[in-house]
């Protein structure tokens, strides 16, 4: 697609339950990135992808979270044993190289942990 | 911490004339200044960056002031429209650094 595009939109869960985000960046883009954002905070830096590899993983708040991107292509953010602290907007974003630093965001997804 | 701060949470202005837009930073660590557009339900859209090594950049109705020594940026557009209204975010970053450290946004609301 011409855009980055997150699933879903939405997702409300309970506490304790296991989460998956899926981000399908913009093709070719071999920078990955993922960003939460909470009410009324701006987006906050998680994780970032060269390739397959998480080149810098030093925004994962603790080891419930875990992100890969297996072909280089789509990613996944998964959240394990959530928490109602985890609520808020997943944000995924991408760009063609590394350091670029001009993100192109999807819409996001919205997760509210009961 | 907040390394970036957009101390006006939100911003009204009549259409026609111009929004001003400011951010600090706290980090000297800082070169490379991005402001990024958010809409309702949509993600954010990059709108026009500055590096360190200059103190102004202009693209169209849009442009970005760098004052490194109060380490304080500004947004200008002029002049205003309806749709500019939206949440603005100041980001900055080491340049070639992958990491964007966003401030919390500021509101505005272009008054027709």
């Known amino acids: 697609g011409a855009g980055v595009s997150q699933t879903p939109s939405n997702k409300v869960t309970e506490k304790g339950k296991y989460v998956e985000l899926r981000c399908d960046p913009i093709s070719g883009h071999t920078a990955l990135y993922w960003y939460r954002q909470s009410l009324g905070q701006g987006p906050e830096f998680l994780i970032y992808?060269?390739?397959?590899?998480?080149?810098?993983d030093s925004g994962l708040p603790n080891d419930r979270f875990f992100a890969v991107r297996p072909e280089g292509s789509v990613s996944t953010l998964k959240i394990q044993r959530t928490e109602r602290g985890d609520s808020a907007v997943y944000l995924c974003?991408?760009?063609?190289?590394?350091?670029?630093?001009?993100?192109?965001f999807g819409a996001g997804s919205r997760l509210t942990v009961l | 911490d907040q390394q970036v701060k957009q101390n006006s949470p939100s911003l009204s202005v009549q259409e026609g004339r111009i929004s001003i837009l400011n951010c600090d930073y706290t980090n000297s660590m800082f070169d490379y200044f991005l402001w990024y557009k958010k809409y309702p339900a949509e993600g954010p859209t990059f709108l026009i960056s500055i590096s360190s090594i200059k103190d102004k950049n202009e693209d169209g109705r849009f442009t970005v002031f760098l004052n490194k020594s109060a380490k304080h940026l500004s947004l200008h557009i002029v002049p205003s429209q309806p749709g500019d209204s939206a949440v603005y975010f100041c980001?900055?970053?080491?340049?070639?650094?992958?990491?964007?450290?966003f401030g919390t946004g500021t509101r505005l609301t272009i008054i027709p």
């Open positions: 992808f060269q390739g397959t590899g998480a080149a810098d």
């Open positions: 974003a991408s760009s063609l190289l590394a350091g670029a630093n001009v993100l192109t």
């Open positions: 980001a900055a970053t080491p340049e070639g650094n992958e990491k964007l450290t």
